[in-house]
């Protein structure tokens, strides 16, 4: 069977599958990334992944950035111990496949275009709402990476010359606004404490991650074509969720490992200090139309993906991104002030949680318009763990997504929540891979 390998790797998970040209998983494995020795703790998932199975024609690699292509090295935020590692190199060497790299958000972009919310879309921006904020663009079928593998980079675009300085030396970037840290620390600035989480707590327990544990290696066993996964599913997902800004449970067969995408960190986490300039409009309340713990979008599938748990690409820790709101205390009246309570107290209609998310949307709506115009978007794909809170991002998004964007093509853009979720990453690592061996003509 002709399969390619793909491989996800990020500041707290390596992931590895071998996947055929439609799309379908035929084994997976993950394992924890360690702080040390990531190299031989990636052979050894390869070679776990690959003994016995068909043999894979060529390699895809998704990872955290920064990266940079031209080079085929890496430098993943998280993981201190790969700084200009030749990531590309050294797999290429150790499985004597050609082998191909791209970002992390990139490959998000890659494989929701392939299987997931934006299938067969002419071109996608997809955004990783996180810790920070990543993306990926896939124009007329094709990732485009740009020379040093950098592009899409749109948690880095201004919204705002006038605005906050980004810990990435610009002003006013997305990311100061929109990421979930930036909007727990703006509404901690202006009041909010969380509230009392009292349908939650047993529900999701807050588990921390354990990135460094025993290695666990779950390998998939070969299943039927297109069929269902144990665990991590068939890569091909959404087929029965259209997209729109439906809410799709990606996390129901969550096992730990598959904590959210939280590719986040390809932006550069902004764990800065700047006290925020308001340009959010308080008072905007009524938001709270989904209750948490609703039909799918609300607390369980935020608990299911735990985000952090598992899968925070370069230490996105999505939701939970607590510990990086600087000066401002973790835990508030007994409660975690993270993006996941303000996320619940946003839904709840706490007018100060409300407004962080306004505020947040309004900077993405500006810059998902600003992207549009450049490049003739026709879909968007929202992911990452912060893209959990379902409607009450989405919902003030496409309100401020309608009020900021002008022309016909521009307000033509659909935003669309992904479908493939922790796999999405996965997905395109093996995309990039067939393109490389079967480019389109
Ligand atoms: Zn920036």
């Not at 776990?48 to 068909?54: A, D, I, K, S, Y």
């Not at 969720?241 to 067969?253: A, E, M, T």
């Not at 607590?322 to 709840?348: K, M, Q």
């Amino acid at each position: 069977m002709n399969c390619v390998l793909a491989i996800d790797i990020g500041g707290t998970k390596l992931a590895a599958a071998l996947v055929d040209e439609e799309g379908s998983i035929l084994r997976s494995a993950t394992r924890p990334t360690p702080r040390t020795e990531v190299m031989s703790a990636l052979a050894a998932l390869i070679a776990e992944v690959t003994e016995g199975g068909p043999a894979p024609e060529a390699v895809g690699i998704g990872c955290a950035g920064p990266l940079d292509l031209a080079s085929g090295t890496v430098s993943p935020v998280n993981m201190p111990s790969w700084r200009g590692f030749p990531l590309r190199d050294e797999v290429q060497q150790l499985t004597g496949l050609p082998t191909v790299l791209a970002g992390d958000a990139q490959c998000f972009a890659l494989g929701e275009h392939w299987l997931g919310a934006g299938r067969g879309c002419a071109s996608l921006l997809g955004i990783v709402v996180s810790t920070g904020i990543g993306g990926g663009l896939v124009i007329n079928g094709a990732p485009l990476l740009g020379p040093t593998g950098n592009a899409g980079h749109v948690g880095h675009m201004s919204i705002d010359p006038y605005g906050e300085r980004c810990e990435c030396g610009g002003r006013g970037c997305v990311e100061r606004y929109a990421s979930g840290p930036n909007m727990v620390r703006w509404a901690l600035e202006n009041g909010w404490s969380p509230t009392a989480d009292t349908a939650g707590q047993d529900a999701a327990p807050r588990t921390e991650p354990a990135p460094h544990a025993e290695p666990t290696v779950q390998t998939e066993q070969p299943v039927r074509a297109n069929d269902a996964l144990h665990t991590e599913g068939p890569l091909r997902g959404g087929a029965n969720s259209p997209g729109g800004s439906d809410h799709v449970d990606q996390g129901r067969s969550n096992q730990g490992e598959q904590g959210g995408v939280d590719h986040g960190d390809q932006g550069g986490v902004d764990h800065g200090d700047q006290s925020g300039g308001g340009h959010g409009e308080q008072g905007a309340g009524g938001h709270g139309d989904k209750e948490p713990g609703g039909e799918g979008p609300g607390d369980r599938v935020i608990g299911d993906r735990e985000i952090g748990d598992g899968e925070a690409e370069g230490g996105g820790t999505g939701l939970r991104a607590v510990g990086s709101v600087p000066g401002s205390a973790a835990v508030t009246g007994g409660e975690r002030a993270d993006a996941r309570a303000l996320a619940r107290d946003a839904a709840a209609g706490h007018p100060i949680a409300v407004a962080a998310f306004d505020r947040g949307t309004r900077a993405l709506a500006g810059m998902i318009a600003s992207t549009a115009a450049g490049v003739e978007l026709t879909t968007v794909v929202i992911g990452g763990g912060v893209s959990a809170a379902g409607e009450v991002l989405f919902g003030p998004l496409e309100r401020a997504l309608d009020d900021v964007a002008g022309l016909a093509f521009v307000r033509a853009v659909q935003v669309k929540q992904s479908t493939l979720g922790v796999r999405a990453g996965l997905a395109g690592a093996a995309n990039l891979a067939w393109q490389a061996l079967r480019p389109a003509t």
